[in-house]
């Protein structure tokens, strides 16, 4: 699943990014604005050249992702427009497969090979893992969302307020 958010400001590219490389520098959490705190511990940024990285650690379970994106120069309003899209971190993408796998196998294998199997009750193991998987997904998607969210905020902080940002239409 990806997320995106699109950004542009009326501070130059240059400006923008060495905004991002000092704020990932000396990070503290009480850079990160009062209403996040409480979902939110960390904060890493990692500037190189014109794109950059910005991980949130999660307060309690994730979803764990890392947020890539890249500063342009916007050529209509001679400022510059950042683009930054978010991906699963590795690990959690394997740790949710790894344990859907397993707790299907846990619940269907005796439907399916056991010595009192039967099709209704393979059918019900199949339906029921699915929606389980379907579940995870969906609380997955709202802690993007939240991500999301708190990324748009954290930008708007680093580049000095809702006065230097505006969201892009897509």
């Known amino acids: 699943m990806a997320k995106e958010i699109e950004v542009a400001s009326h501070l130059s590219p240059s400006e923008v990014i060495e905004r991002l490389a000092r704020y990932g520098k000396e990070w503290r959490e009480s850079k990160i604005p009062p209403n996040l705190r409480t979902q939110f511990f960390g904060c890493r940024i990692v500037v190189s050249g014109q794109q950059f990285e910005l991980e949130l650690e999660p ?32 690990w959690y993408a394997i740790y949710t497969l790894t344990a859907s796998v397993l707790f299907f196998a846990w619940w269907a294998a005796p439907q399916l090979f056991g010595s009192g199997s039967t099709v209704d009750g393979a059918y019900f193991a199949i339906v029921g ?14 802690g993007a969302e939240r991500q999301r969210q708190a990324c748009d905020a954290i930008l708007v902080q680093i580049l000095g307020g809702p006065g230097n940002t505006r969201p892009v239409a897509t």
């Open 59 to 90: 307060q309690g379970r994730g979803p764990y992702f890392i947020w890539r994106g890249k500063v342009d120069s916007d050529n209509l309003s001679g400022g510059s427009r950042i683009l930054m899209r978010a991906r699963m971190k590795r």
């Open 129 to 142: 893992t699915s929606m389980m998987l379907i579940i995870g997904l969906a609380i997955n998607a709202g």
